[in-house]
């Protein structure tokens, strides 16, 4: 193995640790539980729908249609109305049949969380924990000066907050449309628009929040003032040098609490796999139901952006790719 290559593999995984740390530091001072769960199952969370383009990786084992998880939302859900816990998460791999590219990997990390509490209280909490990751990397000395600079300003204010609405009028009137891609109705804000968007508020994160109910995973829970938007936020952040990591690395929610809602919705957006959600939607039926939301960080995408990479495999220690696996 090459010196450079060897010190640079010992680095990433140093810095891997050093947020795995942070992760569970800062959920146990919430009074969280981390928990450990499956990682095959009938009914992902984010099935192919209007506002998706994410394809799930699909397995014929034990005589049934399986699928690797793509998120451990709803493994973190039931715990939360099976047991008396308020906040609870984990960090597992995630598995996606995406074309691999530089903000994609078919198989990528997440560190999720589900919490008692509505759409406010999983962005501060979110917003906390970036924050707080964001601080465990600044201390151990892991970051360039200039960084470094640039990410003290981020911990000393609250990230801006805009709705998906606001984000489109701007990519509309300042940028001609650049950015947005029209599907069932509705803008969709591609990677090039949150860019242009995050730039505007250089070098803080910013939440976009409020997306089309149309677009957006089935679970999400419809605005009582606007029936066609939804209870969800993603946060988008500026490329910190110009070839750095830009865009969405946190997804997050307020779940719908009505069965017949998530069925409204599932035929809303076409999935006929209905069967393979119905565990899913009989937990509106768990008695004392309790009202959730929480949220997804991709961590490759997270340490891309911090540590000013623009590809998220130069962050994977084994980075897997479907066109191309090497172990």
């Known amino acids: 193995m090459q010196l450079s290559r060897k010190r640079n593999l010992e680095k990433l995984i140093k810095i891997w640790d050093i947020i795995e740390a942070a992760i569970d530091e800062f959920f146990r001072r919430k009074g969280a539980y981390k928990v450990f769960l499956f990682l095959v199952t009938q009914g992902v969370s984010s099935p192919i729908a209007p506002g998706s383009d994410s394809e799930p990786v699909k397995l014929k084992e034990w005589g049934k249609n399986v699928y690797l998880v793509d998120s451990s939302q709803f493994g973190l859900e039931y715990i939360i109305q099976h047991t008396n816990y308020d906040k609870v998460f984990c960090i597992l791999p995630s598995f996606r049949n995406d074309t691999p590219d530089h903000r994609h990997l078919n198989q990528f990390y997440h560190t999720e969380a589900e919490l008692v509490g509505t759409l406010k209280d999983a962005m501060d909490i979110a917003e906390e924990l970036i924050k707080h990751l964001i601080l465990s990397l600044i201390g151990k000395s892991l970051i360039g000066n200039n960084l470094t600079n640039k990410l003290k300003q981020i911990l000393n204010e609250n990230f801006p907050t805009l709705t998906y609405d606001e984000a489109v ?67 988008v952040v500026p490329s910190l040098t110009p070839n750095g990591f830009y865009g969405e690395i946190l997804g997050l929610g307020e779940r719908q609490n009505k069965a017949e809602e998530i069925l409204n919705t599932l035929k809303i957006q076409n999935i006929s796999n209905i069967k393979a959600y119905e565990w899913y939607i009989r937990l509106r039926q768990t008695s004392n139901y309790k009202n959730t939301a929480g949220f997804g960080l991709g961590l490759e995408r997270f340490l891309a952006w911090i540590i000013n990479k623009k590809n998220i495999d130069e962050v994977s220690i084994f980075p897997v790719k479907k066109d191309k696996i090497i172990y």
């Open 169 to 235: 009028k701007i990519l509309t009137n300042d940028y001609r449309g650049e950015g947005l891609k029209l599907r069932n109705g509705e803008y969709i804000i591609t990677n090039k628009g949150e860019k242009l968007i995050a730039e505007k508020f250089y070098p803080f994160p910013v939440w976009i929040t409020h997306y089309p109910r149309i677009l957006t995973p089935f679970y999400q829970k419809p605005s009582s003032k606007r029936p066609d938007r939804v209870l969800n936020a993603d946060l």
